[in-house]
């Protein structure tokens, strides 16, 4: 079977029926008129073929998401494979993160929590990035890492709502939405281009920069 090129964004949680489905639903809404982006999701401890939970299904709903596009949601388990293949690697907290560069050492580079991405990217927002790659935008977020002044770890992870009050959900996807809005505005500034790497194939480093944000 042949992989669908594209740049591939990945979002992984622990069961794969609340919150990265949510990130893979509304970055498939928001990034809509951009086929070379491909958007998938997986979770740790995934049981595959689960669907989404109704309570996350109603969240989606009041971010746009069409019902039947959450109820045909399924569950997928994380292998070494997906993360090997994606371009960006989007944790809903700091576990799923280090999971997936456990899983793909080379992918430390570009694997970042959900939040701390929009954060990086928030930047590009108020700039003209048409110039720029999805590659490249991922190359620079690494690069601001270390300086994010905002950087708080507590920060960084997104409470998984199994199990919890429909009102906690409200909120855990009130969080998302708004992180997903950041990174999808970034991303879809930007033009078209290739991820420099095949399936499965470690990232040199990330391409060679010769461009800057600057502040605003």
Known sequence: M???SGFRILAICSGNVCRSPLVELLLRHRLADRPDFVIEGAGMIARPGDQMTVEMIRVAGRYGVGERDACDH????????????ADLVLGLAR???A?????QPSAVRRAFTLTEF????????????TEFTPAELVAEATARRGLDPQRDRNRDD???PIGLPQAVYDEVGRKI??????????????????SGRGPGEPS???PSLTFSFRPV
């Open 2 to 4: 042949t992989e669908t």
């Open 74 to 85: 399924r569950a997928r388990r994380l292998d070494v494979a997906t993360v090997a293949r």
């Open 95 to 97: 576990d799923h993160r």
């Open 99 to 103: 999971k997936a560069v456990q899983m």
């Open 118 to 129: 929009a954060r990086l990217v928030e930047g590009a927002a108020r700039e003209r990035t």
């Open 158 to 160: 997104i409470e998984d």
């Open 177 to 194: 939405a708004g992180a997903v809005d950041t990174i999808a505005y970034a991303l879809g500034r930007t033009r078209a281009g290739e």
């Open 204 to 206: 040199s480093g990330g």
